[in-house]
């Protein structure tokens, strides 16, 4: 809804890369602390597959093990994201638990930003991330 009219760079372009959370919201509670206590990562999402835009996500360089593998599906305007049952932590929240099924709508995506929201178990997470660096490792 509050993404570009037009934009030359694809979905995938836009979504892959270094993301920074910025707002994590639980149920209409500012919650970011909890998030950055728990997970206290950049997130990573880079293409994993050249076709039926499949994507992988991750921690990265953290101590938590965390890994999803995200479809882009209703014509791009949702992340399914299916997070991989072996990856067990001890600190993890709402939608980045191990396996969790999610739909993450996407609210917003552009090339520096993603807002999404997703419910789980009764709980409604808003989430925005601010991209730090594009998939080739390049600062924005």
Known sequence: KEGPLISFRTVSKRLQGTWQVTEYISNGVDSLQYYNDSCGANLYIIDIEDYNKHFGMN?????????????????????????????????????????????????????????????INSINYEMSLKKITDLNGKPI
Do not use: C, H, Q
Request: charged residues 25%; positive net charge.
């Open 59 to 119: 921690f990265g360089n953290s101590k938590k093990e965390f890994f999803a593998i995200i479809i882009l599906s209703d014509n791009r305007k949702v992340l399914y994201v299916s997070s991989d049952p072996d990856y067990y932590g001890k600190y993890f929240t709402g939608p980045f638990s191990p396996d969790t099924k999610s739909n993450w709508n996407i609210l917003k995506l552009t090339n520096k930003e993603l807002k999404v929201t997703v419910d």
